[in-house]
């Protein structure tokens, strides 16, 4: 658990140490902590967890590559029924020795927990598929437990009166899926008591003058991008990437799409991290004639038609989108061609995308990162050759070198100088367009207290969270 900042926070391991050379963690569970259906949580449970996720069938998100807990080899190619690095000192306390010192291993070692009364049963290394039975019927020990999932309508959630944390006052929760252009009329109408609302002065001014509104809005930390294929010979070059940068006017994107809730990206770090530095930084204002600069020195040389070629091939740059109102495209369409660039947009359902993606089968192509919590996030995939995570095919070896150096160190502001000096190498060479930072607005009924705390995902997210239902005195 992590703030904006990135800075981690203490959840259910009331506190933790890290040995001095980094290998060892150990984190000590608060007392008295359960489930939702009230029974224990305990190490056992910890331990159960970090073994499932390494377990050989395993093929979900989380990551232990770059940490490896010890006994990981053993585990999952040898005969070993149990991870050696993983030790339950007693009920509220474990320790994890792994094989190499990384500062992310503290909120990978310190995610969430399952039960393993509940999901181990049955649990054979190699064998995961019974879980998907498990899948209708979770156990965790947040604040709410699971009610009732309506697919594609709603989710009910009911306080969990186990929680460690005490139980909530509200008593029920419901998770709607509703339009993000309706939400402000179910918040108006009192079908929703709290929503995000995207990232609109005219939305925000509207949910003012409600008169019964709490208002919020955050920095995400997150950033929109444009991939850039580097593996297109043509992208490849360094020069052309940094002139698309200059004929591209991001704040006219950035001003169409949050007017006043965004600003132009600068650097592969959200402003709320404490890595974020633009000090010494390649910028990239909105200048045409640079861009036609640099691409007249590469040889691309404008045509009968107004598009520019180089050894008889024209300058053709397609963009996939998952959205019909990206305003890249009418603003790209013109400030590319203006300098030069036949501009192809293409609006593609979600999984075409990313067929395209991972396939290689773009040119250019819009995304956010997810939610950032440690500065690796945002460069992890620049500094390696695995094509699974290095999409855009990004070769830079000084960007490797420190990549990997920020991750060998567990000293913050000797993190932060190597990340500083990263941003720069990375605005020179620049591996993607960075387009923006933005700000979320979230409201909740007056009525609510505390319900400042809820969140409701992205700016853009039509996931709504409705009706809260409070107990009566």
Do not use: C
Request: hydrophobic share 35%; glycine share 10%.
């Amino acid at each position: 658990m992590f703030d904006d900042s990135g800075e981690p926070l203490p959840d259910l391991a009331e506190s933790w140490e890290i040995s001095d050379d980094n290998l060892t963690h150990t984190f000590h569970l608060g007392d008295g902590l359960t489930f939702s259906d009230g029974s224990p949580l305990t190490a056992e449970d910890v331990a159960f967890t970090l073994t499932l996720l390494n377990d050989p069938a395993y093929a979900g998100g989380v990551d232990f590559s770059d940490i490896v807990i010890a006994g990981t080899d053993e585990y999952r190619e040898g005969d070993a029924d149990e991870l050696s690095g993983i030790e339950v000192v007693d009920d509220t306390t474990i320790r994890i020795e792994t094989e190499r010192a990384n500062p992310l291993a503290l909120g990978v070692l310190g995610g969430q927990v399952i039960s393993k009364a509940h999901y181990g049963e049955g649990y054979e290394k190699g064998e995961l598929d019974y879980l998907r039975d498990l899948y209708g019927d979770p156990l965790g020990a947040g604040p709410y437990a699971l009610d009732e999932y309506v697919e594609g309508q709603e989710v009910r959630y009911v306080a969990n009166e186990n929680y460690y944390g005490g139980k909530p006052e509200i008593e029920r929760l419901i998770f709607k899926v509703i339009s993000s252009d309706s939400t402000l009329q179910n918040f108006q109408n009192g079908d929703i008591d709290h929503g995000g609302f995207g990232s609109d002065p005219q939305t925000l001014q509207a949910l003012q003058d409600l008169g019964f509104a709490n208002v919020k809005a955050r920095v995400i930390p997150d950033i929109g991008q444009i991939w850039v294929n580097n593996d297109n010979p043509i992208l490849a070059e360094t020069g052309v990437r940094q002139a698309l940068y200059y004929g591209l006017d991001r704040q006219q994107i950035v001003d169409a799409k949050y007017k006043g809730l965004g600003q132009v990206a600068d650097v592969y770090a959200a402003p709320t991290q404490w890595s974020y530095t633009n000090e010494g930084v390649t910028q990239y204002p909105y200048d045409p004639e640079k861009a036609e600069e640099i691409l007249d020195d590469l040889g691309w040389e404008e045509g009968s038609d107004g598009i520019r070629e180089k050894d008889g091939e024209k300058l053709t740059i397609s963009y996939i989108t998952t959205s019909d109102d990206d305003p890249v495209i009418p603003i790209a369409s013109q400030t590319y061609k203006d300098i030069g660039i036949d501009f192809v947009p293409e609006v593609l359902d979600a999984n075409t995308a990313f067929d395209r993606l991972y396939s290689g089968g773009y040119d250019l192509a819009g995304f956010r990162t997810d939610g950032l919590s440690d500065p690796n996030d945002a460069v992890a995939e620049f500094g390696t050759d695995d094509p699974s995570i290095n999409i855009s095919g990004y070769e830079n070896e000084k960007v490797t070198e420190l990549v990997e150096k920020g991750t060998s160190t567990f000293d913050e502001a000797e993190r932060q100088e190597i990340y500083a000096e990263l941003y720069q190498v990375l605005s020179e060479d620049p591996p993607s367009i960075l387009l923006d930072y933005r700000k979320s607005l979230s409201a909740w009924n007056a009525r609510i207290e505390g319900a400042e705390d809820f969140s409701t995902g992205s700016a853009d997210s039509s996931l709504a969270l409705a009706k809260l239902t409070i107990p009566q005195d």
